[in-house]
């Protein structure tokens, strides 16, 4: 089943067709589409917030009484060995980076070399991914809800 993303607005739904063309080459482990989709994902806008919130998710419902730092070790170790055997090219740095920034104890000023978009968007599908396969959810509803929580913050911040 395609989802088509049509209720949302022009941005979102930017971000939830590149996600999707992302995750949906990453989970065929197709290299040459997902060289492809990263770079539509990197370009749009506020992608990695969206990403972001799918992984807190996804991190919550595979760890629902939390998680320490040796979980957070365990989903590092598994999701960049997994990555690694069709995308040699995968950085732990960036996958600690994205697993921090969606826990909400990243600080891109106390990192030396932050990753930068191009970055992010290689590297947060292998990650959702990962989790998904963990956790058996369904990557459409994941997005879904990310983008309503998206939505709710934005409200209470005007």
Same mark, same amino acid.
């Given at each position: 089943?395609?989802?088509?993303?049509?209720?949302?607005?022009?941005?979102?739904?930017?971000?939830?067709?590149?996600?999707?063309?992302?995750?949906?080459?990453?989970?065929?482990?197709?290299?040459?589409?997902?060289?492809?989709?990263?770079?539509?994902?990197?370009?749009?806008?506020? !992608? /990695?917030?969206?990403?972001?919130? @799918? +992984?807190? =998710? $996804?991190?919550?419902?595979?760890? &629902?009484?939390?998680?320490?730092?040796?979980?957070?070790?365990?989903?590092?170790?598994?999701?960049?060995?997994?990555?690694?055997?069709?995308?040699?090219?995968?950085?732990?740095?960036?996958?600690?980076?994205?697993?921090?920034?969606?826990?909400?104890?990243?600080?891109?000023?106390?990192?030396?070399?932050?990753?930068?978009?191009?970055?992010? !968007? /290689?590297?947060?599908?292998?990650? @959702? +991914?990962? =989790? $998904?396969?963990?956790?058996?959810? &369904?990557?459409?509803?994941?997005?879904?809800?990310?983008?309503?929580?998206?939505?709710?913050?934005?409200?209470?911040?005007?």
């Amino acid at each position: 089943m395609t989802v088509t993303w049509r209720h949302l607005p022009a941005p979102a739904r930017e971000i939830a067709v590149a996600a999707t063309e992302a995750v949906d080459a990453a989970q065929a482990r197709d290299g040459a589409a997902y060289d492809r989709a990263v770079p539509r994902l990197a370009g749009a806008d506020r !992608a /990695g917030l969206v990403l972001g919130g @799918v +992984v807190r =998710l $996804l991190l919550e419902q595979a760890h &629902p009484d939390g998680l320490d730092s040796d979980d957070v070790r365990q989903v590092l170790e598994r999701c960049v060995r997994s990555a690694a055997t069709w995308r040699p090219d995968v950085d732990p740095h960036v996958m600690l980076v994205l697993l921090a920034g969606a826990l909400g104890v990243y600080d891109p000023g106390d990192d030396d070399t932050p990753p930068d978009p191009v970055a992010v !968007a /290689g590297h947060a599908p292998l990650l @959702v +991914v990962d =989790l $998904l396969t963990v956790t058996g959810v &369904p990557f459409a509803g994941c997005l879904e809800a990310a983008f309503a929580e998206v939505a709710r913050t934005e409200r209470h911040d005007d």
